[in-house]
């Protein structure tokens, strides 16, 4: 196999693992460079004797946690502060559209920002956990040999992860349980005033078709029980593409690399 056929296998797996892990876009770009250089050079070393994409899992956490603390997680809060942040930045008043996008598309926005830096509420071995094990749905085997502790271990940390996710967004969240006071709509408004949406340059909601599907899949995901309804929701989310700038990196760096047989 082409080493460009092999790289490009894996690199919106690195680059959404990344994203889920880091929040902001150019963060996980860079990490993402990072991890695919460890992942190429270090092909020679790939026995076997794990799935690849495991292996490549393994790399990726290993350079996610060496790194040091990047923009978002510098400002992450407690989940305590988080619920307030929440309760604050609501508005019953109509949000006035002056921007030339669609409200569905202000309302992905928000709704998957939103929900993706309750996730910096988890330190490091807990976000990954929960990541690895209900947003990427990997057993505890595999979800072990990632984090290179036992099976054991990991169900621990992924339980615990869980439990702290889901009782934070049945208390507050209303995509998973229509009551709460927190409501996406009541927040657009906020969100954009406060520079945490930017309409004209939206990062998380590509997709009007997407965000248009939306509600209806959300009410499948509210028929599920609290802790798989909250996994469901972040597995909905369309995977996220990489710029145009770091796949003319990828492209860039393959030109210089000599081909794989595999």
């Given at each position: 196999?082409?080493?460009?056929?092999?790289?490009?296998?894996?690199?919106?797996?690195?680059?959404?693992?990344?994203?889920?892990?880091?929040?902001?876009?150019?963060?996980a770009e860079?990490?993402?460079?990072?991890?695919?250089?460890r992942?190429?050079?270090g092909?020679?070393?790939?026995?076997?004797?794990?799935?690849?994409?495991?292996?490549?899992?393994?790399?990726a956490?290993?350079?996610?946690?060496?790194?040091?603390?990047?923009r978002?997680?510098?400002?992450?809060?407690?989940?305590?502060?988080?619920?307030?942040?929440?309760a604050?930045?609501l508005s019953?008043a109509?949000?006035?559209?002056?921007?030339?996008?669609?409200e569905?598309l202000?309302?992905e926005?928000?709704?998957?920002?939103c929900?993706?830096?309750?996730?910096?509420?988890l330190?490091?071995?807990?976000?990954?956990?929960?990541?690895?094990?209900?947003?990427?749905d990997?057993?505890?085997?595999?979800?072990?040999?990632?984090?290179?502790?036992?099976p054991a271990?990991?169900?621990?940390r992924?339980?615990?992860?869980?439990?702290?996710?889901?009782?934070?967004?049945?208390?507050?969240?209303?995509?998973?349980?229509p009551n709460?006071?927190?409501?996406?709509?009541?927040?657009i408004?906020?969100?954009?005033?406060?520079?945490?949406?930017?309409?004209?340059e939206?990062?998380?909601?590509?997709?009007?078709?997407?965000?248009?599907?939306?509600?209806?899949?959300?009410?499948?995901?509210?028929?599920?029980?609290?802790?798989?309804?909250?996994?469901?929701?972040?597995?909905?989310?369309?995977?996220?593409?990489?710029s145009?700038s770091?796949?003319v990196w990828?492209?860039?760096l393959?030109n210089?690399?000599?081909?794989?047989e595999?």
């Amino acid at each position: 196999m082409a080493l460009e056929t092999l790289v490009h296998t894996i690199q919106r797996d690195v680059y959404n693992l990344a994203v889920r892990f880091l929040w902001h876009p150019q963060d996980a770009e860079d990490a993402a460079q990072e991890i695919l250089i460890r992942v190429i050079t270090g092909l020679a070393g790939f026995e076997g004797k794990s799935n690849f994409r495991t292996w490549v899992y393994r790399i990726a956490c290993n350079a996610l946690l060496t790194q040091g603390k990047k923009r978002m997680e510098q400002a992450a809060l407690s989940f305590e502060e988080f619920g307030a942040t929440l309760a604050d930045g609501l508005s019953e008043a109509p949000f006035i559209n002056e921007y030339d996008v669609a409200e569905e598309l202000l309302l992905e926005e928000v709704k998957i920002g939103c929900t993706h830096a309750m996730l910096l509420c988890l330190d490091r071995d807990h976000r990954f956990a929960y990541i690895l094990g209900e947003i990427l749905d990997l057993d505890h085997v595999e979800g072990a040999e990632v984090l290179e502790i036992t099976p054991a271990a990991f169900r621990k940390r992924l339980s615990r992860a869980n439990q702290r996710i889901t009782t934070f967004m049945m208390a507050h969240c209303g995509l998973v349980k229509p009551n709460n006071p927190c409501q996406c709509k009541h927040r657009i408004g906020c969100a954009v005033d406060r520079g945490y949406v930017h309409p004209q340059e939206l990062v998380f909601a590509p997709s009007l078709a997407q965000a248009k599907r939306f509600p209806e899949l959300l009410h499948t995901i509210r028929k599920l029980e609290d802790s798989r309804r909250v996994a469901a929701l972040y597995q909905s989310y369309p995977q996220f593409e990489p710029s145009n700038s770091f796949l003319v990196w990828l492209r860039n760096l393959l030109n210089k690399m000599p081909e794989l047989e595999c």
